[in-house]
């Protein structure tokens, strides 16, 4: 019998939410380096999982004794995803290459400590928009699944590629994994479910929770490679590709990486409005003489853009600036993205980082 509080568990938990876990996402998982492979080969063993490999692709699946294991243990958390078969498996490459970028977002938001099971939220989603559920409360995350149990209002959406929505004190993330290229964009679908969200969590007066200006678009990448090619991207062939004038005015952007687990902790946390008061505690108020969308000014009058939470979209709008108005500025960023925005700024501002090892050591930030 397998524990509900064992790492073991835990395992089966996420996969049986993911559909498939990808076979070389288990090094990502908040499981130890030597301990990890001895719990896949022990639930192997026990035939609780199996590897299930086709086109090249490969990923873990519950077994029959597995789902049977998982609703008896905790039917409230579970039976949403198994019973009635909202997670399925199929063999199609591109079906299965879904659950997959599904699993890595899955993985990026329980690392970064947020909730994602079942019965850990509140069905805020329901068709009833006067059912009296509470507002989240701290950071929450529902998977595309939830968010469909909207009722008929779902049918406008049902081209998104939402990788589901995450909730936070004062903003909702609308959440897309781009991988490591940059993803198809329907950006008529997504103006739907930004709209969508908007009239349900910010109009309704029900549930009135958040401003119109704090629904944002947030987007998970492999690396911050990839963070790079968004940056650069013009929509590709048709134009079929994310641009940064999809109609989002803010796109944050964090890679799957411990780095980017840790800033995700940081932007949905009130840790992030201290850090940047901080930040612009030592600059300028004001703004410059031309029009430039920046947050404070430096002691020599250079604009600055604070730039921990990556917002694609401002970005290019600092360094389009910066370029017309032939202008310098400055960009605060943490350290792991300052390369990035080394190459893509190309001398028109100088990057200052951020230790982010500090940041989570002064602010005592669990990892």
């Known amino acids: 019998m397998i524990h509900p509080h064992s790492q073991a568990y835990h395992l089966l938990g996420l996969i049986a939410v993911c559909g498939e876990l990808p076979a070389d996402a288990i090094h990502r998982l908040p499981i130890s380096e030597s301990y990890r492979y001895k719990v896949i080969a022990s639930l192997k063993s026990q035939k609780l999982i199996r590897l299930f490999g086709r086109d090249g692709i490969k990923g873990y699946r519950l077994t029959p004794v597995a789902k049977k294991l998982l609703l008896q243990t905790q039917p409230d958390r579970f039976s949403y995803y198994l019973d009635a078969g ?5 063999s199609e490459p591109s079906r299965r290459r879904r659950l997959h970028a599904a699993a890595q977002t899955y993985i990026t938001m329980i690392r970064a400590g947020v909730p994602l099971f079942y019965d850990e939220k509140a069905p805020i989603f329901e068709p009833s928009l006067s059912a009296a559920v509470p507002k989240p409360s701290g950071a929450v995350f529902y998977c595309p699944t939830e968010v469909k149990d909207i009722g008929l209002e779902a049918a406008k959406i049902r081209s998104s590629r939402v990788a589901g929505i995450l909730f936070d004190d004062e903003r909702i993330y609308l959440t897309y994994n781009t991988g490591n290229a940059v993803m198809k964009w329907e950006t008529r679908a997504e103006l739907r479910l930004l709209s969508l969200v908007e009239s349900r969590f910010c109009r309704n007066p029900a549930r009135a929770w958040y401003s119109d200006k704090n629904v944002i678009g947030l987007m998970l990448g492999d690396s911050m490679d990839t963070a790079l090619l968004l940056l650069g991207s013009t929509g590709g062939y048709k134009r079929s590709g994310y641009r940064t004038d999809t109609g989002f005015a803010r796109f944050w952007f ?8 840790r800033q995700l902790q940081i932007l949905t946390s009130p840790i ?25 000014l430096d002691t020599e009058g250079r604009p600055v853009l604070l730039s921990l939470c990556f917002d694609i979209p401002r970005i290019k709008r600092f360094r389009d600036a910066l370029e017309l108005f032939g202008y310098t500025g400055r960009i605060f960023c943490f350290d792991f993205q300052a390369p990035v925005l080394q190459i893509y700024m190309g001398g028109l501002a100088d990057i200052q980082p951020v230790s982010l ?8 930030i669990q990892t």
């Not at 901080?278 to 404070?296: E, H, N």
Request: proline share 9%; glycine share 4%; aromatic share 4%.
């Open 357 to 364: 090892e500090k940041v989570v050591k002064e602010f005592h």
């Open 272 to 296: 992030y409005a201290q850090l940047c008061r901080l930040l612009l505690s030592d600059l300028r108020t004001g703004v410059p003489p031309v029009s430039i969308d920046c947050d404070a």
């Open 86 to 90: 909202r997670v399925s498996c199929r």
């Open 254 to 261: 964090c890679p799957h990486t411990p780095e980017g687990e």
